[in-house]
């Protein structure tokens, strides 16, 4: 029903619009202000401008359609993008300065006086009509915040048709999934020390994977208060969370390891952008920074030959932040 | 007979209050045997160690757990030293990480205030404590210097940055690394220091340990700034700083050009 009322609505916009008394800027009677003057030369450095915009935008979108997902051009795409609006913020500055009449007038409170208030009315309309081709400078401008909308929305499409973000989910951790160095080599669990960090990957899958990701270390079982339900997901008090922040996607490439722990902060996974930091021995709850959800904890196991599996997936949605993420907050308990 | 004493009692000689046995004493100050032998010494160690950091790591080097006030008003506290070796003073020693002048401070890349001597001593002497790591002696020019740079992106890099220009930690600073000498560097990766996480040779090998060092000594000169200003490159705090209080008012102040009506007087 909304649309429907969106939809009388807008008749009523239109409908208005085509039976205003069309005529008052130029009616019959004698006109107060003299024609102004046509300004040609800002009206074309304004098409020009909002052309310039209009290029600018094609090519951010054109550079992000060329340039391989994983080798995307900072600087350019910085650059078209930035040009882009620049060139807006230019076509604005000149309409301003050169095309809308400005001019100040100061008086007292008059008494109402109906004839005056007509007459400003038609002051008004009349100034306007310095603009010799609106429609065109319309367009144009319509052109360039439509290109710069586009080149803003162009990134999203790399989510895959409809917004797709189901590929988001995939994780390759499943009971049994081995975690691997980054040589490839499978982890022992009595090799993974304490006071330092691991970080791991699943056995044959792409690291650059980012679900792939884990940090791995080794607290004192006795000091670890995992939440209800994740008593058996650190054997030996190893444990592995996903390297991915939940804030922006960086790598948590911090572990603070205080040497002297009376004196100095308590240990934490730090990411290095924003410094969101995380709390190992309560299952990477955030203690500090931007982050608005836990680090991903995978459940651990040790096979019988001593190395370290996974035993299940992650317990939240890997990766940054986006919409609705925390609707779907476990995978089942496994498989 | 340390100098302390020696002035303490002159002071008490001539009278003088306790005040004035609490300035001679100054809370960063070294103290030191009126006559140091000639030679490095584990006796010379020993004294050296009662008079400047028994407060913080006990005598003997048994370690302080909680704070308890010390010699010279300082109030000590400090891990036990026994079982670390000769690596840990050595490192901390020649960096100037130690002594701190409170414990509440995070050793820092700060003046050396021991001589060359005093210092081989004190590394006898706390190696003495108990069996330890020995200084190691890693052979940079053995290293593979792209190796290094893979070894170091992945367990430094966080922290340290890609150049090794150092940065932040929440709660902590991160040194940076350009001037260290390779011992240095090796001692610190199997250390860990303040914060920072210790590896064992079973993640990082020696011949890994030359890389890395190989690396991080090649980045002396290194000044890649593809944006044109570093602007510290330690990372998101100077940068929203100069974001801030640079950028936006520069904003602000071009909003208000563009704003600007024409005036007809």
Redesign the interface.
């Known amino acids: 029903m909304k649309i429907w009322k969106w939809f009388v609505a807008l008749l009523t916009l239109l409908f208005g619009r085509l039976t205003r008394p069309a005529g008052s800027a130029d009616g019959g009677g004698e006109r107060i202000v003299p024609a102004g003057t046509p300004e040609r030369r800002a009206e074309n450095a304004v098409l020009i401008l909002l052309l310039l915009a209009v290029l600018s935008g094609v090519g951010f979108i054109v550079i992000y359609a060329v340039y391989p997902h994983a080798d995307q051009p900072n600087?350019l795409l910085g650059l078209s993008l930035g040009l882009c609006l620049a060139f807006i913020?230019g076509a604005l500055?000149v309409v301003?300065?050169r095309l809308v009449v400005?001019?100040?007038l100061e008086d007292d409170y008059p008494d109402v006086h109906p004839q005056e208030q007509a007459e400003i009315i038609e002051i008004v309309h009349e100034s306007g009509s310095r603009i010799t081709r609106k429609k065109l400078l319309m367009g144009a401008g319509a052109a360039a915040g439509g290109t710069l909308g586009l080149a803003a929305l162009t990134p999203a499409l790399s989510l895959g048709p409809l917004w797709d973000t189901s590929p988001l989910d995939n994780t390759p951790w499943r009971r049994g999934v081995a975690l691997v160095d980054?040589n490839g080599n499978k982890m022992p669990a009595a090799?993974i020390?304490g006071?330092?960090?691991?970080?791991a990957f699943a056995e044959g899958v792409d690291p650059e994977d980012i679900a792939s990701d884990l940090v791995v270390i080794r607290l004192d079982p006795a000091k670890l208060r995992l939440p209800a339900g994740r008593a058996d997901w650190a054997p030996e008090g190893i444990l592995a969370y996903s390297k991915i922040c939940t804030h922006a996607g960086c790598?948590?490439?911090?572990?603070?390891?205080?040497?002297?722990p009376?004196?100095?902060?308590k240990p934490?996974l730090?990411c290095?952008?924003?410094?969101s930091?995380f709390d190992p021995y309560t299952g990477g709850t955030v203690i500090?920074?931007p982050a608005g959800r836990p680090l991903p904890q995978l459940p651990l196991m040790i096979d019988d030959a001593g190395y370290l599996r996974a035993n299940g997936n992650f317990n939240y949605r890997v990766g940054p932040a986006w919409w609705n993420v925390l609707e779907k907050p476990t995978y089942g308990t496994n498989e | 007979m340390t100098r302390g004493l020696v002035i303490g009692l002159l002071s008490v000689l001539f009278g003088l209050s306790a005040v004035a046995i609490a300035q001679a004493q100054p809370n960063s100050g070294i103290v030191r045997p009126t006559t140091e032998p000639s030679t490095p010494s584990v006796q010379l160690g020993a004294q050296l160690f009662a008079a400047n950091c028994s407060s913080c790591h006990g005598i003997d080097g048994s370690g302080i757990t909680s704070p308890r006030p010390g010699a010279g008003a300082i109030v000590g506290m400090g891990p036990p030293l026994r079982g670390v070796g000769a690596m840990a003073p050595n490192f901390y020693l020649r960096t100037g990480f130690m002594p701190l002048s409170s414990i509440h401070d995070e050793p820092g890349n700060d003046r050396v205030l021991f001589s060359n001597k005093e210092i081989e001593s004190l590394v006898e002497y706390v190696a003495s404590l108990g069996k330890g790591p020995g200084i190691p002696h890693p052979d940079p020019a053995a290293g593979s210097l792209s190796t290094g740079m893979q070894l170091f992106t992945l367990h430094c890099a966080g922290c340290h940055q890609e150049d090794a220009e150092g940065g932040f930690v929440t709660g902590a600073r991160v040194p940076p690394l350009q001037g260290l000498t390779a011992t240095e560097i090796a001692s610190a990766v199997r250390i860990g220091p303040y914060l920072m996480p210790k590896f064992p040779v079973s993640q990082i090998s020696n011949a890994q340990l030359n890389s890395i060092v190989r690396f991080v000594q090649s980045l002396k000169n290194h000044d890649d700034n593809r944006g044109g200003w570093r602007i510290g490159n330690i990372g998101p705090i100077p940068e929203g700083l100069v974001t801030w209080w640079i950028a936006v008012p520069l904003l602000i102040i071009a909003c208000m050009a563009v704003g600007r009506r024409y005036r007809r007087e």
């Not at chain 1, 006071?195 to 970080?199: D, M, V």
């Not at chain 1, 790598?251 to 002297?260: D, E, K, S, T, V």
């Not at chain 1, 009376?262 to 902060?265: A, D, K, Q, V, Y």
């Open positions: 600087e913020g500055t301003a300065k400005t001019e100040e980054e090799d020390a006071g330092t960090f691991y970080s790598a948590i490439g911090l572990y603070r390891n205080p040497l002297f009376g004196l100095e902060p934490a730090v290095p952008c924003h410094y930091t500090y920074g």
